[in-house]
């Protein structure tokens, strides 16, 4: 199984509606869970970050955390053209020097 | 504005040089990391280090090594270039370990020949 599985897409949603993104990690002794956007020829830029089970909202996104179920995902409301990008989850690493696995990816296109 | 530079777009070399890759951080960050990314195969980590002087190798350290003689310099040297080792490498540093997210370099996409 590998570490963080996100499905690779591509993730068609038309402006305006509500893109969900979706990530699942292996290790039960993650705490810290980040969402990136990589633009294509760019470089991964960090969007939000969640370490507690629920909701977090910070403007149009929402991340959401289920360690049960070892689940996290991505929700974008009111999607533009501009969301358009390779989202990227990443998870941290617990017994190997706290550093990140990153998921191989998902690719949202926001249809005008 | 907080920046992670790394001193190359674009590089060829041809196989068998010896490579540097540099990167630079202007956050008195603690921590730098080096990753490759290439198509179906996301970012893989190849070094890190945690502080001056301090190096731990990643998932995929083979044919590389690095140097971090100061806080905000990290290194990626690739000892002998090879044809596979033709990728997207991009530097990252972070504030702490495990709750601080990335500030990632632009990337240097490198070609062996």
């Known amino acids: 199984q590998k570490e963080v599985e996100q499905n690779s897409g591509p993730l068609s949603v038309p402006e305006g509606a509500i893109a969900s993104l979706n990530c699942t990690y292996s290790?039960?002794?993650?705490?810290?869970f980040f969402w990136y956007r990589q633009y294509s020829g760019k470089s991964p830029e960090l969007i939000m970050s969640?370490?507690?089970?629920g909701d977090k909202e910070d403007g149009r996104f929402t991340a959401q955390l289920n360690k049960a179920s070892q689940y996290v995902s991505l929700l974008i409301r009111d999607s533009q053209p501009s969301d358009s990008a390779t989202y990227l989850c990443?998870?941290?690493?617990?017994?190997?020097?706290?550093?990140?696995?990153f998921g191989p990816g998902t690719r949202l296109s926001v249809l005008p | 504005d907080v920046k992670v530079t790394q001193s190359s777009r674009y590089l060829v070399k041809r196989t068998g040089e010896k490579v540097f890759l540099e990167c630079v951080q202007d956050?008195?960050?603690?921590?730098m990391f080096w990753y490759r990314q290439d198509p179906g195969l996301g970012l893989r980590l190849i070094y890190f280090?945690?502080?001056?002087?301090?190096?731990e190798k990643g998932d995929i350290p083979e044919g590389y090594s690095v140097s971090r003689e100061k806080k905000e310099r990290f290194s990626l040297i690739l000892e002998s270039a090879s044809t596979n080792q033709t990728s997207m490498y991009l530097c990252?540093?972070?504030?702490?370990?495990?709750?601080?997210?990335?500030?990632f370099g632009s990337g240097t996409r490198l070609t062996v020949v």
């Open positions: 990252a540093s972070s504030q702490g370990q495990g709750q601080y997210g990335y500030t």
């Open positions: 290790d039960r002794g993650s705490q810290s």
């Open positions: 969640i370490y507690s089970n």
């Open positions: 990443a998870v941290n690493r617990p017994d190997y020097g706290q550093n990140f696995v």
């Open positions: 956050m008195d960050h603690e921590n």
């Open positions: 280090s945690y502080d001056v002087k301090m190096k």
